[in-house]
């Protein structure tokens, strides 16, 4: 039987936290109470070398946010990624996907590619949804993918399509002279159903001018995702750690999606990202410990009190960590994938994909109850916990 919230406050985590010594117990008492925390407030909680008061205090502000019924609920979706070309006009100092047109590896994939390629995955009948992004390509605008999702909805029409970065979406409304509001109506008639969190990386002008000085600005990124939350598509965010991005830059970005979610509501999940360094410009000294990823979890489920779910995407983080952040505040572990390719070229060692079973027992092995939902959280399937785990 899975302990109850009461169980869980009252226990011995509660003593541990709330002992004399402790440095985070001030701000305890402000997750307990439903107040806000400061930016200082987040500072102490990277600063802390006390890991077990960082997770504790996470746990609880998801615990507390989470409906008495959902509170051991790992969420996961059967999803396929789709990059329909890798050809990208931006020169990202930390992507090691994109290619120039005239280079060898660069693909372009037709419409027919694409449905051809979703056609060859053997469990396609059981996807609830597509991620697709891609890379910043004139021969790939708008029509293109009008034309994309009109065939993926009709080919599959039982398939969520999770599609598009607000940097996509900027750039198709310029190549086509219209508005980003008339861009997303365009592409939301033809199939479009949300938006990915990609394209984030770390707001700061700061950092944005050092690795993606070309890309939209971070002020841009939440306002096209405003405009789409108004336009009824929910959406997710990103933050892109470890492009040596200060913790402080780190909390403002949070911070930045908490006023905008204030306004217009429609994040359904926070996504703090890995940056691998394989084939790119960014200095590996950034890379990100475990001890920060957990860190980082634990600060955004403490900053983002009105986004209802975060997110470890296995691919960046890892299996096992995943698994630890469970207890950072984390409540989603993303799902199958398929055919990761973005952080594959930077050379993350995860696999590339999982089937229903490994996430079920990745899930299960970490002490909690998967859960299958579609992309906006709709719960479709429970999977208590059986007496052996193979
Ligand atoms: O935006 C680029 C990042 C992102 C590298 O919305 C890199 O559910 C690591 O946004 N090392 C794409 N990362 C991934 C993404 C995402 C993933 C999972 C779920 C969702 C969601 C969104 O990958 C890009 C960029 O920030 N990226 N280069 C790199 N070298």
Same mark, same amino acid.
């Not at 697709?132 to 034309?147: A, F, K, M, R, T």
């Given at each position: 039987?899975?302990?109850?919230?009461?169980?869980?406050?009252?226990?011995?985590?509660?003593?541990?936290?709330?002992?004399?010594?402790?440095?985070?117990?001030?701000?305890?008492?402000?997750?307990?109470?439903?107040?806000?925390?400061?930016?200082?407030?987040?500072?102490?909680?990277?600063?802390?070398?006390?890991?077990?008061?960082?997770?504790?205090?996470?746990?609880?502000?998801?615990?507390?946010?989470?409906?008495?019924?959902?509170?051991?609920?790992?969420?996961?979706?059967?999803?396929?990624h789709i990059n329909p070309t890798n050809i990208c006009?931006l020169n990202c100092k930390f992507c090691s996907y994109k290619k120039g047109?005239?280079s060898p590896f660069a693909y372009a994939m037709?419409?027919?590619?694409?449905?051809?390629?979703?056609?060859?995955?053997?469990?396609?009948?059981?996807?609830?949804?597509?991620h697709?992004v891609s890379g910043?390509y004139?021969?790939?605008?708008?029509?293109?993918?009008?034309?994309?999702?009109?065939?993926?909805?009709?080919?599959?029409?039982?398939?969520?399509?999770?599609?598009?970065?607000?940097?996509?979406?900027?750039?198709?409304?310029?190549?086509?002279?219209?508005?980003?509001?008339?861009?997303?109506?365009?592409?939301?008639?033809?199939?479009?159903?949300?938006?990915?969190?990609g394209g984030?990386e770390?707001?700061?002008?700061?950092?944005?001018?050092?690795v993606c000085?070309?890309?939209? $600005?971070?002020?841009?990124? @939440?306002?096209?995702?405003? *405009? =789409?939350? +108004?336009?009824?598509?929910?959406?997710?965010? #990103?933050?892109l750690?470890g492009l040596?991005?200060?913790?402080?830059?780190?909390?403002?970005?949070?911070?930045?999606?908490?006023?905008?979610?204030?306004?217009?509501?429609?994040?359904?999940?926070?996504?703090?990202l890995n940056c691998y360094y394989e084939g790119n410009k960014i200095?590996p000294?950034?890379?990100?410990?475990?001890?920060?990823?957990?860190?980082?979890?634990?600060?955004?489920?403490?900053?983002?009190?009105?986004?209802?779910?975060?997110?470890?995407f296995?691919i960046h983080?890892?299996?096992?960590?995943?698994?630890?952040?469970?207890?950072?505040?984390?409540?989603?572990?993303?799902?199958?994938v398929v055919e990761e390719k973005i952080a594959h070229a930077a050379g993350t060692e995860s696999a590339e994909h999982? $089937?229903?079973?490994?996430? @079920?027992?990745?899930?299960? *092995? =970490?002490? +909690?109850?998967?859960?299958?939902?579609?992309? #906006?959280?709709?719960?479709?399937?429970?999977?208590?916990?059986?007496?052996?785990?193979?």
């Amino acid at each position: 039987m899975a302990a109850t919230v009461v169980d869980r406050l009252d226990g011995l985590k509660e003593q541990y936290i709330t002992r004399p010594s402790n440095p985070l117990k001030h701000i305890y008492a402000k997750v307990l109470e439903g107040q806000r925390i400061s930016r200082d407030e987040a500072i102490e909680v990277y600063e802390c070398d006390d890991l077990l008061s960082v997770g504790i205090l996470a746990d609880t502000a998801r615990i507390l946010r989470t409906p008495v019924e959902n509170r051991d609920y790992v969420y996961w979706v059967h999803n396929f990624h789709i990059n329909p070309t890798n050809i990208c006009e931006l020169n990202c100092k930390f992507c090691s996907y994109k290619k120039g047109e005239k280079s060898p590896f660069a693909y372009a994939m037709s419409v027919d590619d694409v449905v051809d390629h979703v056609n060859q995955y053997s469990a396609k009948d059981t996807l609830s949804e597509f991620h697709i992004v891609s890379g910043l390509y004139p021969e790939q605008g708008l029509e293109y993918y009008v034309d994309l999702f009109k065939a993926l909805k009709k080919h599959f029409p039982h398939v969520h399509i999770k599609g598009l970065t607000a940097v996509e979406l900027d750039y198709f409304a310029k190549l086509a002279g219209i508005t980003v509001e008339e861009t997303i109506l365009t592409l939301k008639d033809a199939g479009l159903q949300s938006l990915p969190g990609g394209g984030a990386e770390v707001f700061a002008p700061r950092v944005r001018e050092e690795v993606c000085p070309s890309k939209i $600005t971070g002020e841009q990124w @939440l306002d096209i995702h405003g *405009k =789409a939350h +108004k336009l009824g598509l929910k959406s997710n965010a #990103t933050l892109l750690a470890g492009l040596g991005e200060t913790y402080q830059e780190r909390i403002d970005h949070a911070l930045a999606l908490r006023d905008q979610q204030d306004l217009t509501g429609g994040f359904m999940c926070f996504i703090p990202l890995n940056c691998y360094y394989e084939g790119n410009k960014i200095d590996p000294a950034h890379a990100q410990t475990g001890v920060e990823n957990l860190k980082n979890f634990a600060v955004s489920r403490l900053i983002l009190d009105n986004v209802p779910h975060l997110k470890a995407f296995w691919i960046h983080i890892g299996e096992k960590l995943s698994q630890v952040g469970l207890n950072f505040g984390v409540d989603d572990v993303d799902g199958t994938v398929v055919e990761e390719k973005i952080a594959h070229a930077a050379g993350t060692e995860s696999a590339e994909h999982m $089937t229903k079973q490994d996430l @079920l027992t990745m899930i299960w *092995k =970490a002490g +909690k109850t998967p859960v299958e939902r579609d992309t #906006t959280y709709q719960i479709l399937n429970v999977y208590p916990r059986p007496d052996k785990i193979d």
